[in-house]
């Protein structure tokens, strides 16, 4: 079964920072983005940051640009999201996912993990 599992959401003040996690079990996505959407309350789904399998290229929203790092682990199967200087306005749910498409109108996603809620005070 491919599953995508993630964890290290949480509450935090303002600019402070957390670390996601998300584990790929059942595949190793290889012809795939890893990466995390949100979406917060009443808002569209905004894609955040993804790497690629294949060659580790990374991208970023302009949001997360400067103050978010992607990074991969291949031997654990394992993405990271380092995210700094968090913003009340970064509060989301974020969802882990392989997909196909960053930066298009033909988003394909394969796998969806089950969301972390993170939750930045100000």
């Known amino acids: 079964e491919v599953q995508l599992v993630e964890s290290g959401g949480g509450l935090v003040q303002a600019g402070g920072s957390l670390r996601l996690s998300c584990a790929a079990f059942?595949?190793?996505?290889?012809?795939?983005?890893i990466g995390w959407f949100r979406q917060a309350p009443g808002e569209d789904r905004e894609g955040v940051s993804c790497?690629?399998?294949?060659?580790?290229?990374?991208y970023y929203a302009d949001s997360a640009k400067g103050r978010f790092t992607i990074s991969s682990d291949n031997a654990k199967n394992t993405v990271y999201l380092q995210m700094n200087s968090l913003k009340p306005e970064d509060t989301a749910v974020y969802y882990c996912?392989?997909?196909?498409?960053?930066?298009?109108?033909?988003?394909?996603?394969?796998?969806w993990g089950q969301g972390t809620q993170v939750t930045v005070s100000s």
């Open positions: 996912t392989a997909f196909t498409g960053w930066g298009t109108n033909h988003l394909s996603f394969a796998a």
């Open positions: 059942g595949s190793t996505f290889d012809d795939y983005l």
């Open positions: 790497i690629s399998r294949r060659d580790g290229s990374t």
